[in-house]
């Protein structure tokens, strides 16, 4: 995989799970804990910062009363898209495509690509895109999300489809007026959790909420209500944009009345997103082609979201390969090394965090679920 000239590494994918694998094998360490901490700063949702004591409340949705506190410490929100422009910063790049020339600086990129296919001859990896044209390189990391076109190559179209889980979301982006954030504010500093005893998961969080620079009617919030249909067959198809507002307004009626007049209040214009929850794990190890292909973030192991635990695992993923390439260099060995590492680790937390999502969503298991019993830890 090495060559006499520096190597060549292709990141696929723009997302949080590309950029941080390319800062890190860019850097390799060159980057101190005090920037990465001021990054992380600046990216947070709002102006609250988390200390040791901080805890994250979660309450019975119909009665509104306080069922646990747990605890958070120096919990980090953070707004994705600012999170996302900020690690962006040193790497000349757009969405589909990052490229490293490692010890001498970045390549010069073509914006917009889509990636189409990946191969390797188990000495360089190519990627070819929609548009023709391919790029080669000594190592191709697919980050390129939980559809991921590298997985398919690795591991087989069939063995790379994500899994249906039996529950749905519906999702949005919303400025609630200020008297729905003087609500909001009853049930904690950042976020309202809250399940219901029919099986309903709802969240409300801040999402770009700086008090010093930004009166509260004018704050952004994320939404979201998550459920199992009656129905085994139900296609989320059949139910987007004004359609899945008005259902989800529709549900929060049976909710307790200071959150069901936060739903209420969300404008009616307002872009929902409706899905039904996916994930996909790495039961085993795939042929990494010689070490010249490899996964991280989502395509690696995508999960569903109620613990939290996506970008952390993306984040051990950056720090993992990182730590590989330092001690082997860029050889076979040093995927292998990542890999045995990684995939484990992966296939433990979309686990874990399936077996979370099934048992939130159903009242009498609720309070054995892992995120009840070790909340947004791990492990």
């Known amino acids: 995989m090495a060559t006499k000239d520096a190597p ?48 994250m409340p979660i309450y019975n949705c119909k009665t509104e009363e306080l069922m646990i506190r747990l605890p958070i410490p120096y919990n980090i929100r953070l707004k994705r898209r600012k999170f996302i422009r900020h690690i962006t910063q040193g790497l000349d790049v757009k969405v589909n495509i990052l490229q490293i020339r490692h010890s001498s600086g970045l390549t010069p990129l073509q914006y917009s690509k889509k990636i189409k296919e990946v191969s390797s001859d188990g000495k360089k990896a190519t990627a070819v ?24 190559y690795l591991v087989g179209s069939s063995q790379s489809a994500l899994a249906d889980t039996p529950i749905v979301s519906t999702f949005a982006i919303a400025q609630l007026p200020a008297e729905a954030v003087e609500k909001f504010r009853h049930f904690g500093n950042r976020m309202a959790i809250a399940f219901h005893p029919n099986g309903y998961f709802t969240w409300v969080g801040k999402h ?48 307790g009345p200071t959150l069901s007049e936060i739903w209420q209040s969300i404008p009616d214009n307002t872009t929902c997103w409706h899905s039904r929850l996916t994930d996909w794990k790495p039961d085993e190890l795939w042929d990494n082609r010689n070490g010249t292909i490899t996964l ?4 690696a192991h995508s999960m569903t979201f109620h613990r ?16 590989s390439v330092r001690e082997y260099g860029f050889t076979p060995d040093a995927i292998k090394a990542y890999e045995a590492e990684m995939i484990p680790r992966g ?7 399936r077996a979370n999502t099934i048992a939130i969503h159903d009242w009498d298991s609720l309070l054995d679920s892992p995120l009840f019993k070790m909340g947004l830890k791990a492990k």
């Not at 296939?347 to 965090?353: P, Q, T, Y």
Request: proline share 3%; charged share 30%.
């Open 8 to 55: 060549r590494v292709l990141v696929i994918g723009g997302g949080s799970a590309g950029l941080l694998t390319a800062h890190a094998l860019q850097m390799l360490g060159a980057s101190t804990v005090e920037e990465l901490q001021k990054t992380i700063e600046s990216c947070q949702v709002d102006d609250h910062r988390a200390g040791e004591d901080e805890t």
């Open 129 to 152: 895109f929609e548009d023709g044209t391919s790029e080669t390189g000594d190592l191709l990391i697919g980050a390129d999300g939980g559809r991921s076109v590298v997985r398919d």
């Open 208 to 255: 770009d909420a700086h008090e010093s620079t930004t009166p509260p009617g004018e704050w952004k919030f994320m939404v979201a209500q998550t459920w199992r249909p009656e129905d085994p067959n139900y296609d989320p198809q059949t139910m987007q944009r004004e359609k899945a507002l008005a259902d989800a307004k529709r549900r929060a009626k049976e909710f």
């Open 296 to 299: 991280a973030g989502d395509s």
């Open 308 to 323: 939290g635990q996506g970008l952390n695992n993306a984040i051990h993923d950056a720090a993992s390969i990182a730590r």
């Open 347 to 353: 296939r433990e937390a979309v686990n874990g965090s």
